[in-house]
Every structure is written in structure tokens, then in C-alpha cells.
């Protein structure tokens, strides 16, 4: 750590207290227990933090309701105005930011930094929209009347985030819902709570700096018991959760139960299809960065190649021998590819997902395992392994999130490709790899891919900000970041108007007084 400048990016992100009682950020109301904070990429523990009780739960949300009286007011482009600072304050700090995202998550240095670059863009991309947040006009079938809809602030967003991206999930959804003139509370994952702090320091100087209440963004810290506070708190009208299925499910019923919104962001189960005209090595790149980038724990990671059986081969030595050049080691090291998981539990599900496969009946043909020895001390950096498997398989059905990859063979045509790519419960990204024009059509057609995500030759993983980005079934069907995605963060009004000194009903319907 000492040798990356962990500790003067920690000053600079005013993380203070470090391995000492608590860090509690510029939130000033956590009371409750103490969680640690470790890193995944030597093991050393960085700081404790205090999580949020029930009781700074109540004045957290209280500082919350009374700042969005306030925030909402505030005519958008000058909400934008805001944002537009935020941006810059990143743009400031993105190398510390992107070393504490590499160091307490274990994405590479270059990964971390491009955490960083999609808050600084959807920053820009929300500046611009909050001149524009429009409703249309319609024409009145009544004399004399104008109708049209308008977007109104929504109140408080609860943001639940994964550990994977530990920064960049919060800032989609602030940067869109601050325009909005909502205001937020975050829950990051318990596992990258330093992260969630170093930001909320960001936001709350730049609220300082104009005199605006810190409560516009709010943080609360913990596990899930402090994620269940906002799903069942009627006060929130949104939720947005990132993370698993199985969490999803959980907090969909929650929300569902008060009828409240949610913005659902979970598990993927992505794939390539390689098909006989495509380009081998684009898709030797593409298919081993989206399946060993951020150690396979993206939600857009590379899960499944499908592949022609008339290139099968040539496609499994490509990307085998690709695999045999991949530098795994400490993440803020740029030598390295492969950086740790998260932490035991994760190299456990690995382990896992390896035995599972051939248990199933499949073959490891790239051998994984945990290393050891010097500079693997965490006891988190594993091989990345390679499968040939069968989409059936219950563990290939299954999200394993780590760097395990299953080769699948399909025959015949690409609707076969199709139905194995589609066959799984996941609708996030999906790729196909391909020079010829009409499967690639096929592909995006409406029998085509059934994903949130379907690219043609790129990989699954790697998103820009202009699109709307979420996935179908059991993914949630939540969108976020660029396209339309801001308007769920707020409440949509039909406006009647009638200039005239007449009261005709719609419908022609009479009522005489
Ligand atoms: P997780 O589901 O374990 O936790 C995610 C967050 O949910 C954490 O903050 C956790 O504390 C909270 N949480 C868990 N149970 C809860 C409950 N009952 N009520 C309220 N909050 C609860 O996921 P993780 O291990 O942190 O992240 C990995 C998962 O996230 C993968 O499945 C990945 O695909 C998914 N993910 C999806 C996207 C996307 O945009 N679709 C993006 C990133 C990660």
C-alpha cells in the first residue's frame, strides 16, 4: 500500500481515523456497530467504520425531507449547475478516487480510474439534461384547451449499491436523480464502505461550497438490516438496487408491498456468440477482457462463448492461448491483468463453480486455483479458468462471479446460438461476433438477442453513459445512466388548461346545471 500512496490518497479523500474507531465521512449521525474495511489486494485492514442504527436512520431521513424542500425549488439548469461542479471536484480527485476504488474493491489501477471517468461523464451528460427534462405537448379534443405533461421532483431515492462498482452505480443514479431535484440516500455495499464515504465527502463540499444543506446526498452504512430501512420505508419512493438476483427478489417484494417504485440492477449471465464469419482475434480480445476483467466481477462479465463447431477449435486455442499471458498480481500494478475477488467467500463460490462443472460433466481445459506465496497474501487472487460445458448445466445457469468462462458448441444456424444465448433466467449484455450482415441483423432483431445489451463484434462488458443501461428478467428490467433513464426519478403530471369561459366535459358527455 505504502508503495501506490494509499495513504496520501486516503488525505485526499479526507478518509480520516484510519485503523483506528470510526470513519463516518461528513455524516455525523453513525452510532451503530463497527464494520472493517479490508483489502482484498494484501489483506491489510484500512479502516473501521460505524454503520448507521435505527435511530441515525430517522435523522438521516429527516435531513433528507427537509433538503429536498428546499433542492427542489431550485430551477433544474442551476440543480445542473451543481452537478457540473461535482464533475470537476472528480475530475480533481480522480486518481485517489481510482486508487481507493482499486485498493478496497481489487480492480485494476486502470479499471478504478475508469470507475472514475463514468462519474465525471454522466456528470457532463446530466448537466446537459437538466436543461432539457421535457414532457410533451398534446392536442385537446375540447375547444379552447391545451394539454400537456410536465416532470416533477420525486422526494428521497434510496440507492443500494453492489461492491463491484463501488462508485461509479451511486453516481448514475445521484447525477440524474440531483437534476431531478430529488435528493439521495446511499447504502453501498458493507464491503466497500470507504468508498461510499470518500464520496460523500466529494458531494457534501461541493454542497458547502454553495451553501446548500449536505442532505441532498446522504450515506448510511451496513449491511443489509440498514438496506431494509429504506425498502420499507414508505418515505422513500424509489428504490434503486444494484446487486444479485437473489437480493433483488427480496427488496422488489419489499418496495412492491408499499408500492413503491424500484429500479432493479442485478445478476448477469452474459455471452458471445462466435460464429464462422467472425474476426478470431477482435474476438480473442473482446471475450478474454470481458471474462477475466475486474477478476470476472463485472455484471456485464463474459460468462458464456457459443461458439460455431466449425471454429471451435480454432477459437478454444486462441483464447487458451491467451489466458497462458495473463499477468495476476496486485491491481495498482499496471503490469498485472488480473487483479484479487473481493474476498474468501468469493474464491469459495469459485472453487465452487469449478467443482460443480465437472461434476456436471463438463472439462476444466484452463486449470484455475488460488495462488499463493508472496504478494497473494490476501489469499484472494485465483487463476482464471476456462470450462467447455453445456448450457443445461445447473452451474452454468447459475452467475458465478469470478473469472470462470464455459465454452459452449452450437451447430447448424445462428437461431441455435440464439436459443442457448437466450436460455438462461439473465437478460443483461449479450455480443455476437460476426462480419456478415445478416446475422448480425438477426441477431438484434426482435427474435434476435433478449438482453438489455446486445453489441455486435465488442464484448459484453464495457457500457458508455449515453445508453440506457439495465437488463431484462430476472436482470431486473431496471434502466439507468443515459436515453430516457432520468424519468424514473421523477413523477410524471397531465396538465389540462382551459381558456375559454366555457366548461365542456371530454367524451362530449352533457351535464346541464
Ligand atoms: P449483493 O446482492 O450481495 O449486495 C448488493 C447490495 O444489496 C449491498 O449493498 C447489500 O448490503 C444490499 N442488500 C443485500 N440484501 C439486501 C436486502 N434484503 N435488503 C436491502 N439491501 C440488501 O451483491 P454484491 O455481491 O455486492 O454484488 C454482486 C452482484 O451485483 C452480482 O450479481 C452482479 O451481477 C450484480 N450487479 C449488477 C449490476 C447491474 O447493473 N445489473 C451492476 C453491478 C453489480
Same mark, same amino acid.
Given at each position: 500500500a505504502k508503495e501506490f500512496g494509499i495513504q496520501e490518497a486516503l488525505t485526499a479523500l479526507g478518509i480520516k481515523d484510519i485503523n483506528q474507531g470510526t470513519s463516518t465521512g461528513s455524516n455525523s449521525f453513525s452510532s451503530g456497530e463497527v464494520i472493517e474495511s479490508f483489502s482484498p489486494?494484501? *489483506? /491489510?485492514?484500512i479502516a473501521k467504520v460505524k454503520t448507521t442504527s435505527k435511530a441515525d436512520y430517522e435523522k438521516v431521513m429527516e435531513t433528507a425531507t427537509t433538503a429536498f424542500k428546499e433542492w427542489r425549488t431550485k430551477p433544474a439548469p442551476l440543480r445542473g449547475e451543481i452537478v457540473r461542479q461535482f464533475g470537476d471536484k472528480l475530475r480533481e480527485l480522480k486518481e485517489p478516487l481510482g486508487k481507493l476504488v482499486s485498493y478496497e474493491m481489487g480492480k485494476s489501477y486502470q479499471e478504478g480510474l475508469g470507475e472514475v471517468q463514468e462519474m465525471i461523464d454522466i456528470c457532463d451528460f446530466a448537466v446537459g439534461l437538466s436543461r432539457q427534462l421535457h414532457g410533451l405537448t398534446m392536442h385537446s379534443e375540447r375547444p379552447g384547451h391545451r394539454m400537456y405533461e410536465q416532470y416533477h421532483p420525486l422526494g428521497t431515492v434510496g440507492i443500494i449499491s453492489a461492491f463491484n462498482f463501488p462508485v461509479a452505480v451511486w453516481a448514475w443514479n445521484t447525477a440524474l436523480a440531483w437534476i431531478c431535484g430529488d435528493v439521495c440516500i446511499w447504502k453501498p455495499s458493507e464491503k466497500t464502505p470507504l468508498c461510499g464515504i470518500a464520496c460523500q465527502n466529494i458531494a457534501a463540499a461541493v454542497f458547502k461550497e454553495n451553501n446548500l444543506?449536505?442532505?441532498?446526498s446522504c450515506l448510511i452504512n451496513g449491511d443489509y438490516k440498514v438496506g431494509e430501512l429504506m425498502t420499507n420505508?414508505? #418515505?422513500?419512493?424509489?428504490i434503486s438496487a444494484t446487486g444479485s438476483i437473489r437480493m433483488g427478489k427480496i427488496v422488489a417484494q419489499a418496495v412492491a408491498a408499499r408500492l413503491g417504485k424500484s429500479l432493479l440492477e442485478l445478476g448477469g449471465n452474459n455471452a458471445i456468440i462466435v460464429t464462422p464469419d467472425a474476426d478470431i482475434k477482435m474476438t480473442v480480445i473482446g471475450a478474454v477482457f470481458g471474462a477475466v476483467g475486474t477478476a470476472g466481477q463485472r455484471? !456485464?462479465? !463474459? #460468462? #458464456?462463448l457459443i461458439i460455431h463447431e466449425s471454429i471451435y477449435d480454432k477459437v478454444k486455442e486462441a483464447v487458451t492461448t491467451a489466458y497462458k499471458q495473463l499477468r495476476i498480481g %496486485?491491481?495498482?500494478? $499496471?503490469? %498485472?491483468h488480473v487483479g484479487p475477488l473481493i474476498d474468501t467467500d468469493a474464491v469459495k463460490n469459485y472453487h465452487h463453480a469449478l467443482k460443480k462443472v465437472v461434476e456436471e460433466g463438463g472439462k476444466i481445459i484452463v486449470d484455475g486455483g488460488v495462488l499463493e506465496g508472496e504478494g497473494y497474501e490476501s489469499g484472494c487472487y485465483v487463476k482464471p479458468a476456462i470450462a467447455e460445458a453445456q448450457n443445461s448445466y445447473k452451474i452454468v445457469q447459475h $452467475? !458465478?462471479? *469470478?473469472?470462470v468462462l464455459y465454452l459452449l458448441k452450437y451447430s447448424g444456424d445462428l437461431e441455435n446460438a440464439i436459443a442457448i444465448q437466450n436460455g438462461v433466467v439473465q437478460g443483461l449484455s449479450s455480443a455476437i461476433m460476426t462480419n456478415n450482415l445478416r446475422e448480425a441483423e438477426h441477431f438484434l432483431s !426482435?427474435?434476435?438477442?433478449?438482453? *438489455?445489451i446486445a453489441n455486435v463484434n465488442i464484448g459484453t462488458s464495457g457500457a458508455e453513459i449515453g445508453g440506457a443501461f439495465g437488463g431484462e428478467k430476472e436482470t431486473g428490467g431496471g434502466r439507468e445512466s *443515459?436515453?430516457? /433513464?432520468?424519468?424514473?426519478?421523477m413523477r410524471r403530471q397531465t396538465n389540462t388548461i382551459n381558456y375559454t369561459t366555457e366548461l365542456p366535459l371530454a367524451q362530449g358527455i352533457k351535464f346541464d346545471l
Open positions: 489486494v494484501d *489483506g /491489510a485492514l444543506p449536505e442532505g441532498i420505508d414508505g #418515505r422513500v419512493p424509489l455484471c !456485464t462479465s !463474459t #460468462r #458464456r %496486485n491491481p495498482l500494478d $499496471e503490469k %498485472n $452467475e !458465478t462471479f *469470478g473469472p !426482435t427474435y434476435g438477442s433478449d438482453c *438489455g *443515459g436515453s430516457d /433513464a432520468w424519468k424514473i426519478y
